[in-house]
């Protein structure tokens, strides 16, 4: 099987890393991810101009990509970028609009496609231990549509966004399959309180409360009480997209503890060339590629049936898991205690793998997932 990119994936590929380098140094990350948004519009805005979002989607809904190595070649070259911009809010709910969603709905991807509107995922809540299945807000009917009661946590980007796609019960327990909504909220709408705070690896969160939040009928997304599968399917394109993060991450973090070891020296030579330090970093450099293999085989199973997709997903989340905490903890250890210093872009790299392993599932629920799925 032929592994290289295309040369437009390559194109974009160099596109992204030109301009990240030039636009987005360590130092104005971090003034973007403490400003009050958490992110750099300006960042944002040139990114989303050289396609960096379009490539996320398929043509016929006005991208130019689509594909899951797209998304894949995407997201990796962000990881390098150590980006914090919203891109993970926009394939998510863009997904869950393209998979479920009317023309109606369709015609706001116009809005995340430029750019132009900042979209997230308020899904998670307390208590659910990263299940989808686990929903407690509570959507009732009325006269005029839905209102929405409940709380949501960690929703990243959730101050700054102009979008919400908002899991909600309109029927049955709260861990239950079935009985599950989503709906397509403007942020602004009546009733909704945001809380933000800062994430510990840069950019922010909040936590969103609804109080008779009203909606018309018009922003169910989907068929109502049968919304699991359609987040599962746009949860699945987040898992992708953050495995292949980690992987930029984790090539960064190899480059930078290689050339440490290649450049400090102790008792007159590199400590590369102490053979307990080889052992250590070629350790490193076989699960780096293991994870990449993981990734590659996740983005060729997005197409195939429910069970292989998501048995591939969750393989691969798992192994990003593991391997980007090791790949974090062996990078600082072979730096020393300057790699615990914030002046190092080290450290950043290593906070961003450690984090990517708790968002939409750590390893253990992911491998516990895949066992599951394979009794299926």
């Given at each position: 099987?032929?592994?290289?990119?295309?040369?437009?994936?390559?194109?974009?590929?160099?596109?992204?890393?030109?301009?990240?380098?030039?636009?987005?140094?360590?130092a104005?990350?971090?003034?973007?991810?403490?400003?009050a948004?958490?992110?750099?519009a300006?960042v944002?805005n040139?990114l989303?101009a050289?396609?960096?979002?379009?490539?996320?989607?398929?043509?016929?809904?006005?991208?130019?990509?689509?594909?899951?190595?797209?998304?894949?070649?995407?997201?990796?070259?962000?990881?390098?970028?150590?980006?914090?911009?919203?891109?993970?809010g926009?394939?998510v709910?863009?997904?869950?609009?393209?998979?479920?969603?009317?023309d109606?709905?369709?015609a706001?991807?116009?809005?995340i496609?430029?750019?132009?509107?900042?979209?997230?995922?308020?899904h998670?809540?307390?208590?659910?231990?990263?299940?989808?299945a686990?929903?407690g807000?509570?959507?009732?009917?009325?006269?005029d549509?839905y209102?929405l009661?409940?709380?949501?946590?960690?929703?990243l980007?959730?101050?700054?966004?102009?979008?919400?796609?908002?899991?909600?019960?309109?029927?049955?327990?709260?861990?239950?399959?079935?009985?599950?909504?989503?709906?397509l909220?403007?942020?602004?709408?009546t009733?909704?309180?945001?809380?933000?705070?800062?994430?510990?690896?840069?950019?922010?969160?909040?936590?969103?409360?609804?109080?008779?939040?009203?909606?018309?009928?018009?922003?169910?997304?989907?068929?109502?009480?049968?919304?699991l599968?359609?987040?599962?399917?746009?949860?699945?394109?987040?898992?992708?997209?953050?495995?292949?993060?980690?992987?930029?991450?984790?090539?960064?973090?190899?480059?930078?503890?290689?050339?440490?070891?290649?450049t400090?020296?102790?008792?007159?030579?590199?400590?590369?060339?102490f053979?307990?330090?080889?052992?250590?970093?070629?350790?490193?450099?076989?699960?780096?590629e293991?994870?990449?293999?993981?990734?590659?085989?996740?983005?060729?199973?997005?197409n195939?049936?429910?069970?292989?997709?998501?048995?591939?997903?969750?393989?691969?989340?798992?192994?990003i898991g593991r391997?980007?905490?090791?790949?974090?903890?062996?990078?600082?250890?072979?730096?020393?205690?300057?790699?615990?210093t914030?002046?190092?872009p080290?450290?950043?790299?290593?906070k961003?793998?450690?984090?990517?392993?708790?968002?939409?599932?750590?390893?253990?629920?992911?491998?516990?997932?895949?066992?599951?799925?394979?009794?299926?």
């Open positions: 099987m032929n592994f290289e990119h295309t040369e437009d994936r390559r194109m974009l590929a160099d596109t992204l890393d030109r301009f990240l380098a030039e636009q987005y140094p360590i104005a990350r971090h003034a973007a991810a403490e400003s948004t958490g992110y750099s300006e944002w040139g989303s050289l396609g960096a979002i379009g490539a996320l989607f398929p043509e016929d809904v006005g991208g130019f990509g689509g594909d899951a190595f797209d998304v894949a070649v995407v997201f990796e070259h962000l990881g390098k970028g150590l980006v914090i911009e919203p891109f993970l926009a394939l709910v863009g997904r869950a609009i393209v998979a479920a969603g009317s109606a709905h369709k706001r991807l116009g809005g496609l430029d750019g132009s509107t900042v979209a997230a995922l308020a998670d809540e307390a208590g659910g231990h990263y299940e989808l686990y929903v807000l509570q959507a009732t009917k009325t006269a549509g209102r009661d409940g709380t949501k946590g960690v929703v980007h959730g101050e700054a966004a102009g979008l919400l796609l908002v899991s909600a019960r309109s029927s049955a327990g709260v861990d239950d399959e079935n009985g599950i909504s989503l709906f909220v403007p942020a602004d709408t009733g909704i309180t945001r809380q933000g705070y800062r994430r510990v690896d840069g950019g922010r969160v909040a936590e969103l409360t609804f109080d008779k939040v009203p909606l018309p009928a018009t922003a169910l997304l989907g068929e109502e009480g049968h919304g599968a359609v987040l599962e399917q746009a949860v699945g394109w987040g898992l992708l997209a953050l495995c292949a993060e980690a992987v930029g991450a984790m090539d960064v973090a190899r480059q930078h503890t290689l050339d440490y070891l290649r400090r020296r102790q008792f007159g030579v590199p400590i590369g060339s053979q307990a330090l080889q052992h250590r970093m070629a350790d490193v450099l076989l699960d780096i293991q994870a990449r293999s993981a990734v590659i085989n996740a983005a060729a199973a997005m195939a049936d429910r069970t292989t997709r998501e048995r591939a997903l969750s393989a691969a989340k798992y192994t391997v980007g905490t090791r790949t974090a903890e062996e990078s600082i250890q072979m730096h020393g205690g300057i790699g615990m914030w002046e190092l080290l450290a950043h790299y290593a961003r793998l450690v984090m990517i392993d708790h968002q939409f599932g750590d390893e253990d629920h992911h491998l516990a997932r895949y066992v599951a799925l394979g009794a299926d």
